[in-house]
Each structure stands twice: as C-alpha cells, then as structure tokens.
C-alpha cells in the first residue's frame, strides 16, 4: 500500500522559512509529477509549485521567488523549501505524486500557519 507522508508544517513568524518534506511509504511505479498544494479555510486546494520527471519547475505566481521545490533520490522523497513567509500562506499542505501509469497519491496534510 503506498502512502505519502508529509512533516514540516509548524508556525513561524511572517518573514520565516520552513521546508516542508514529503516520502513515499510502500512501492510506486515511476513518479512522472511532484506536487505541493495548499489549501486554506473555505477555499480550493491550489497548487504551489510542480516538479516534473523532465526538471521542469513551475510555481504559483504568487510564491515564485520565495520558493523552491526539489526532490531526493531516485524521486522518493520532495521538498518544499518556502522563504519569506507571510500570512497569506498559511493553510494545510499537500503533497501529490502522479505515476506516469497514472495512479494519483495524496499525502495527509501538515499545517503551515504564520504569524503577523
């Protein structure tokens, strides 16, 4: 059974840092997408940031510059490092891996909540 773990989320003052970390548990086929979204109350779950088999990176316009994603070895673990904080990202955090056979996994979430 493959779950995602994630650990990370804490609270920090605005103008902090955190790295969020998300591992595999179990055995997944090649990883195509690294995901990490954030969901806040009341709202959608956006993504922030995607890393892609091929090392394309793409983030949320209004992280980029202050983020950075990244993964370990052989794809099985992904980073979020985030600089600079401030209170308009807070919420949970959610990492998402997609094999390229298409099989889809969430992580359970770690809370990031900074303060003004």
């Known amino acids: 059974q493959v779950q995602l773990v994630e650990s990370g989320g804490s609270v920090v003052q605005a103008g902090g840092s955190l790295r969020l970390s998300c591992a595999i548990s179990?055995?997944?086929?090649?990883?195509?997408?690294m995901k990490w979204y954030r969901q806040s109350p009341g709202n959608e779950r956006e993504m922030v940031s995607r890393l892609g088999s091929d090392r394309v990176l793409v983030y949320a316009a209004p992280v980029k510059g202050r983020v950075s994603i990244s993964s370990g070895d052989a794809r099985k673990t992904a980073y979020l490092q985030m600089n600079n904080l401030n209170t308009d990202n807070t919420g949970v955090y959610y990492c998402n891996f997609e094999e390229f056979r298409g099989r889809n996994f969430w992580g359970q979430g770690t809370q990031v909540t900074v303060s003004s």
């Open positions: 179990g055995n997944m086929f090649t990883v195509a997408h």
